[in-house]
């Protein structure tokens, strides 16, 4: 019996058990993929910018076989500054953008609870609240990430902290905060001047590590 006997709707498919591990990309919003806001947040996707040629970089990370998914988390919504009715839209609106150049996100991690500076039903701690673990781990748990294979990228220190302490791959970029935000000590694998820079050495590297 063959392959093809197998499955024989999908002749090129991998035996079961034989499928290369499942890779992610874990890109922080604001700062990263996102230009900073001056005074903390955005109300409108309309008035925010990608940083450059971000989307370009993550549509060809893409093809390349990454799966991209987004972490952050959201204080303005958690204290109280915007509603969640303005995030669900600026979030909608920035998954279409993302969408209409052909990158397409896996999972949307952002988490609106703060502990002590939540406001309401926001006060409370959460497993997706970085430097928390939780957004990579459920990524591994409901869609199969490998981590150690996986790559965390961002502007501060908090979710590169994050990717180290869930097993992944961390690199930081020198737009937002440009990782010296001195929240918390971190050793990234490298840093780059931004998100396109830090594709580019990534896909490098997976190309070397075929060869």
Same mark, same amino acid.
């Given at each position: ?27 922080? $919003?604001?700062?990263?993929? =996102? !230009?900073? /806001?001056?005074? %903390?947040?955005?109300? #409108?996707?309309? &008035?925010?910018? *990608? ?55 896996? $999972?949307?991690?952002?988490? =609106? !609870?703060? /502990?002590?500076? %939540?406001?309401?039903? #926001?006060?409370? &701690?959460?497993? *997706? ?83």
């Amino acid at each position: 019996m063959t392959p093809r006997d197998i499955f024989p709707d999908s002749p090129n498919a991998p035996l079961p058990g034989t499928e290369a591990p499942k890779k992610a990309l874990f890109i922080d $919003r604001w700062g990263t993929l =996102l !230009e900073l /806001p001056p005074r %903390g947040h955005r109300a #409108r996707f309309a &008035d925010t910018e *990608f940083t450059d040629r971000a989307l370009d970089s993550l549509f060809r990370a893409s093809q390349a076989g990454w799966a991209i998914y987004l972490i952050g988390n959201e204080d303005a919504v958690a204290r109280g500054r915007i509603s969640e009715h303005t995030w669900e839209t600026f979030e909608r609106d920035l998954l279409e953008a993302m969408a209409a150049a052909g990158v397409s996100v896996a $999972r949307n991690y952002a988490c =609106l !609870e703060h /502990p002590v500076h %939540g406001k309401g039903v #926001r006060m409370k &701690d959460s497993v *997706f609240l970085l430097p928390n673990t939780g957004a990579m781990y459920h990524s591994m748990q409901h869609d199969g990430i490998h981590l150690g294979g996986s790559w965390v990228i961002g502007d501060s220190t908090i979710e590169l902290a994050a990717g180290w302490r869930a097993g992944c791959r961390t690199a930081g970029v020198r737009t937002g905060l440009a990782t010296e935000d001195g929240v918390l000590e971190i050793d990234p694998e490298f840093v780059a001047d931004d998100l396109t820079e830090v594709l580019a050495q990534i896909l490098r590297l997976s190309q070397v590590a075929r060869h």
